[in-house]
T-cell receptor, first 110, second 116 residues
Framework: TQLLEQSPQFLSIQEGENLTVYCNSS?????LQWYRQEPGEGPVLLVT?????EVKKLKRLTFQFGDARKDSSLHITAAQPGDTGLYLC??????????FGSGTKLNVKP | KAGVTQTPRYLIKTRGQQVTLSCSPI?????VSWYQQTPGQGLQFLFE???????NKGNFPGRFSGRQFSNSRSEMNVSTLELGDSALYLC???????????????FGQGTRLTVV
């Protein structure tokens, strides 16, 4: 059973376009984190959200945590080639284990 | 402050051998968790150690084991290597246990293991 679903799996866009990627679960999260991973490297933490309905901004990246704490989205405005990478969400349930989604592989073409 | 350090970065082993990977967490962090990443399966949780005790374990065979030392450094061991064990092995450190609200995990660069 897949606890976390990330969509889309792959996304290829032109520089300057906007995009949104999603992370969904049938269960309520305790907290959620978004990471970005470049090939051959470890994931780098972008943001942590813990409150339902929370919105956080990191330059051109906007992260939203659903009111019901079962979903989250990451929106990138005016994507740049440097945004290319694998975007992973990670959640904890009932303050226990940590689970990662399968990720969205983003390619931004110059 | 130094980040999470994993050694070695790259490793080639033959089937049947065993391997030990090392992870030094961020200073002050007491939790170390290990993950296997493959193109087909994504990032899969292996186990978490906190204050030298295994706190959680993923669905991996007993060939995969680990330990944590009093200085929070951790090692992971894989015995009787199989071709399917080829993967990027990542460790992450955190101040508190994984799953606590707001706990943030910081990853190392990983060890790329190739089994031939």
């Amino acid at each position: 059973t897949q606890l976390l679903e990330q969509s889309p799996q792959f996304l290829s866009i032109q520089e300057g376009e906007n995009l949104t990627v999603y992370c969904n679960s049938s269960s309520v999260f305790s907290s959620l984190q978004w990471y970005r991973q470049e090939p051959g490297e470890g994931p780098v933490l972008l943001v942590t959200v813990v409150t339902g309905g929370e919105v956080k901004k990191l330059k051109r990246l906007t992260f939203q945590f659903g009111d019901a704490r079962k979903d989250s989205s990451l929106h990138i405005t005016a994507a740049q080639p440097g945004d290319t990478g694998l975007y992973l969400c990670a959640v904890s349930f009932n303050f226990n284990k940590f689970y990662f989604g399968s990720g969205t592989k983003l390619n931004v073409k110059p | 402050k130094a980040g999470v350090t994993q050694t070695p970065r790259y490793l080639i082993k033959t089937r049947g051998q065993q391997v030990t990977l090392s992870c030094s967490p961020i200073s002050g962090h007491r939790s170390v968790s290990w993950y296997q990443q493959t193109p087909g399966q994504g990032l899969q949780f292996l186990f978490e150690y906190f204050s030298e005790t295994q706190r959680n374990k993923g669905n991996f065979p007993g060939r995969f084991s680990g330990r944590q030392f009093s200085n929070s450094r951790s090692e992971m061991n894989v015995s009787t290597l199989e071709l399917g064990d080829s993967a990027l092995y990542l460790c992450a450190s955190s101040f508190g246990v994984l799953g606590q609200s707001g706990t943030e995990a910081f990853f190392g660069q990983g060890t790329r293991l190739t089994v031939v």
